[in-house]
């Protein structure tokens, strides 16, 4: 079954620090995999997806991913942490008809100055 | 741009009252989907359509009903509304022939019953 797994409930990082979101799935089929975030109160927006080819994509407001199939992981990276990335952030896989989403539980994000 | 509108940001009803929840997408999707969202819950599926008329029950429909009348609305209906049902609702839809786009996502309806 297809199942996407958010180890870190909360992370806290400073304003400038990196970052790392972690995300692991499960899926028996080539993944479609996706980033989303979500301000307080808002609906959810698509950061960054992966469907095939080089494995580390570039998303919207400085954000990548890395696809490892080895590690059947789609972690989320930003170089730079800015206080407007304060957020919950979701990861997402789709099946390869792309008619249904499989979410993780989030992480939310806090920045401290 | 994809829009997906839900009727109310902000609603308050009352224990036992039947409620709707609308959904109005712009781009002819075909897929349309209900969430709702929880503290260390995240998104629960509740119903889907994949076309008019059709639905689909997802991981958590008890107490929810569903309408697809037209393409392009998807309404969400608590039958009797209870307190457990409180919760953020995200709706969302999708084209079936794999655009990349993935999900659009409304800005959600913050349900508190009391």
């Known amino acids: 079954a297809q199942s996407v797994t958010q180890p870190d409930i909360h992370i806290t990082v400073s304003e400038g620090a990196s970052l790392e979101l972690r995300c692991n799935y499960s899926?028996?089929?080539?993944?479609?995999l996706f980033w989303y975030v979500q301000s307080p109160g808002q609906g959810l927006q698509l950061l960054l997806k992966?469907?095939?080819?080089?494995?580390l994509v570039q998303g919207i407001k400085g954000f990548e991913a890395e696809f490892k199939r080895s590690q059947s992981s789609f972690n989320l990276r930003k170089p730079s942490v800015h206080w407007s990335d304060a957020a919950e952030y979701f990861c997402?896989?789709?099946?390869?008809?792309?008619?249904?989403?499989?979410f993780g539980t989030g992480t939310s994000l806090t920045v401290i100055p | 741009d994809v829009k997906v509108t839900q009727s109310s940001r902000y609603l308050v009803k009352r224990t036992g009252e039947k409620v709707f929840l609308e959904c109005v997408q712009d781009?002819?999707?075909?897929?349309m989907f209900w969430y709702r969202q929880d503290p260390g819950l995240g998104l629960r599926l509740i119903y889907f359509?994949?076309?008019?008329?059709?639905?689909e029950k997802g991981d958590i429909p008890e107490g929810y009903s569903v309408s697809r009348e037209k393409k392009e609305r998807f309404s969400l209906i608590l039958e009797s509304a209870s307190t457990n049902q409180t919760s953020m609702y995200l709706c969302?839809?999708?084209?079936?022939?794999?655009?990349?786009?993935?999900?659009?996502f409304g800005s959600g309806t913050r349900l508190t019953i009391v």
């Open positions: 781009m002819d999707h075909e897929n």
């Open positions: 359509s994949y076309d008019v008329k059709m639905k």
């Open positions: 899926y028996g089929a080539t993944p479609y």
């Open positions: 997402a896989v789709a099946t390869n008809t792309g008619n249904q989403f499989y």
């Open positions: 992966y469907f095939s080819g080089d494995t």
């Open positions: 969302a839809s999708s084209s079936p022939h794999w655009d990349g786009y993935g999900y659009t």
